[in-house]
């Protein structure tokens, strides 16, 4: 399937109320999705997904954060190239819309906004690592 395609399936996706796209040519197929957060599901995944080493807080204190999650299985960047500043440091307020963090996937560079207004808590994940789908990238209290 032609990259270009799939930029274009991300940005409906990006662009819309939608959670989920699936497209089939042939033999060829592509799924993009997107993590959308549930009031059940959140603090079951954030405790899943936070270890001890990146976060010192006492799981019960989580049930008021919010946790950014990859919306795709890549490379997290906290930096929009390796000569600029972070988008957010600990502590840092963010507003729903603002970009946190960069998620590369097939040499495309995805701007991660941030579903939820408050102050950063903690960063999950080291600049340069992979992530998984659905992996707590940032927690927003």
Not at 58 to 87: L, M, N, Q, W
């Amino acid at each position: 399937m032609d990259i270009r395609k799939i930029k274009k399936l991300i940005q409906m996706l990006q662009d819309s109320d939608l959670k989920e796209i699936e497209v089939k040519e042939g033999e060829e197929s592509v799924r993009i999705a997107r993590g959308i957060d549930t009031p059940s599901n959140s603090l079951q995944s954030t405790q899943a997904n936070i270890s001890p080493t990146s976060n010192n807080q006492d799981i019960t204190s989580i049930s008021s954060e919010s946790s950014i999650k990859s919306p795709i299985v890549g490379t997290f960047y906290r930096k929009p190239a390796p000569d600029k500043p972070p988008y957010v440091e600990l502590g840092d307020h963010v507003n729903t819309g603002d970009v946190v963090c960069i998620v590369e996937a097939m040499k495309m560079m995805n701007e991660i906004k941030s579903e939820f207004t408050g102050i950063v808590t903690a960063i999950s994940v080291e600049d340069g690592e992979p992530v998984e789908f659905d992996q707590s990238l940032i927690i927003i209290d």
